[in-house]
């Protein structure tokens, strides 16, 4: 069983930047592909990005070029830096962690609102 707790959001002016976490406990989460997913009001959840064990990743491209997620192993936290943040970047952002066979997990979520 593994628990995800995402952290980080907030309230954020147009431009700037946030870094959200997602710790986990009871695995480590190296074995996990590791996603970011997104939901804005009345939207569809989205993958924003993800990142394999070996660190290989993958970007939405509307997130491209702004976003970076890294694994922090050492702490069993996957973190997601979000610089030029955009009114449409708004959502909860949720963690994803998931294994081959094995059910995914997900977190309870944490609010990003990017408004002036």
């Known amino acids: 069983q593994v628990q995800l707790v995402e952290s980080g959001g907030g309230l954020v002016q147009p431009g700037g930047s946030l870094r959200l976490s997602c710790a986990a406990s009871?695995?480590?989460?190296?074995?996990?592909?590791i996603s970011w997913y997104r939901q804005g009001p009345g939207q569809q959840r989205e993958l924003v990005a993800a990142?394999?064990?070996?660190?290989?990743?993958v970007y939405a491209d509307s997130v491209k070029g702004r976003f970076t997620i890294s694994r922090v192993n050492a702490k069993n936290m996957v973190d997601l830096q979000m610089n030029s943040l955009k009114p449409e970047d708004t959502a909860v952002y949720y963690c994803?962690?998931?294994?081959?066979?094995?059910?995914?997990?997900w977190g309870q979520g944490t609010q990003v609102t990017v408004s002036s």
């Open positions: 994803n962690a998931a294994r081959p066979s094995m059910r995914p997990y």
């Open positions: 009871g695995s480590t989460l190296y074995l996990y592909v």
């Open positions: 990142i394999t064990s070996g660190g290989s990743t």
